[in-house]
């Protein structure tokens, strides 16, 4: 299966259990892979015929700031199925990290994989 990867995706959002956290903007840093056929898209170099990473790196971003939730497993599973639901897409792997969110820790976080590879 071929894939389109979008890697070091940094965006601010809320999150988080913590009143406090409610009441800021974290950032969170998402790694994704998409199982996705690239040959249409390579056959007559049409854009329309491939996933436009431009567009679902903007679109996580709008997600995760319209649906705040207090878990980053929440998050990713929400994520997955909005991603998954809205592009089409058979199979992917969802890596979302909190860096900073454990003092002597890069990032902590979670990933997961939905999905059937082809």
Wanted: net charge negative.
């Amino acid at each position: 299966m071929d894939k389109v990867f979008i890697q070091g995706l940094s965006i601010q959002t809320t999150i988080g259990f913590f009143a406090w956290e409610k009441e800021i903007k974290q950032t969170l840093v998402i790694d994704l892979s998409m199982g996705w056929n690239t040959s249409h898209a390579a056959e007559n170099d049409e854009l329309d015929k491939t996933l436009d990473y431009a567009d679902i790196s903007e679109k996580i971003s709008i997600f995760a700031n319209q649906n705040p939730v207090d878990l980053l497993e929440t998050l990713a599973e929400r994520l997955a199925t909005f991603l998954m639901e809205t592009y089409q897409i058979p199979w992917l792997k969802l890596k979302i990290g909190k860096p900073g969110a454990v003092h002597n820790a890069q990032t902590v976080g979670v990933e997961i994989e939905r999905g059937q590879q082809l």
